[in-house]
């Protein structure tokens, strides 16, 4: 089986403590994560970048130190099996504006609660519950060192 790799960034806002997630609708209804496949030599991380930056326009990102995830799934594609590995990043985005490309017809900025409601896929529900208790420890070990 073929083997194809993707990145991606969970793409958050923070405003008076509330933490809000970027969603994107894909045409097929799907609600998830900026997120593509690598080209070329890129590295992973130069992947995540520009497919977030061809599907939301945000270039401006506060990288997260020490968050990376992975997810691994199978997927069929014009009768096409493939074994996709996803690396996931995390990043603050102080800019509300978003430009959605042709592959997606919608976006919203949530809070975790409502995020988890309308992505479908359990892995992706994953990461963010990891992204939500990583940026959870890291506001309350902040609080603690005050």
């Given at each position: 089986?073929?083997?194809?790799?993707?990145?991606?960034?969970?793409?958050?806002?923070?405003?008076?403590?509330?933490?809000?997630?970027?969603?994107?609708?894909?045409?097929?209804?799907?609600?998830?994560?900026?997120?593509?496949?690598?080209?070329?030599?890129?590295?992973?991380?130069?992947?995540?970048?520009?497919?977030?930056?061809?599907?939301?326009?945000?270039?401006?990102?506060?990288?997260?130190?020490?968050?990376?995830?992975?997810?691994?799934?199978?997927?069929?594609?014009?009768?096409?099996?493939?074994?996709?590995?996803?690396?996931?990043?995390?990043?603050?985005?102080?800019?509300?504006?978003?430009?959605?490309s042709s592959e997606?017809?919608?976006?919203?900025?949530?809070?975790?609660?409502?995020?988890l409601k309308k992505?479908?896929?359990?892995?992706?529900?994953?990461?963010?519950?990891?992204?939500?208790?990583?940026?959870?420890?890291?506001?309350?070990?902040?609080?603690?060192?005050?």
């Amino acid at each position: 089986m073929a083997h194809k790799k993707a990145a991606g960034i969970i793409v958050f806002q923070e405003k008076l403590g509330l933490i809000r997630y970027l969603l994107l609708c894909n045409l097929r209804g799907e609600w998830g994560f900026p997120k593509g496949g690598a080209k070329g030599g890129e590295t992973i991380l130069e992947t995540a970048l520009r497919e977030t930056k061809e599907e939301t326009g945000i270039e401006e990102l506060e990288f997260q130190k020490g968050f990376k995830e992975q997810i691994q799934y199978s997927c069929q594609r014009s009768n096409r099996k493939f074994w996709k590995t996803v690396d996931y990043f995390l990043a603050l985005n102080k800019n509300r504006e978003v430009k959605l490309s042709s592959e997606h017809n919608k976006y919203l900025w949530l809070p975790y609660q409502a995020a988890l409601k309308k992505m479908i896929f359990s892995s992706q529900k994953e990461i963010l519950k990891k992204a939500q208790v990583f940026l959870g420890s890291k506001s309350s070990s902040a609080k603690t060192n005050l």
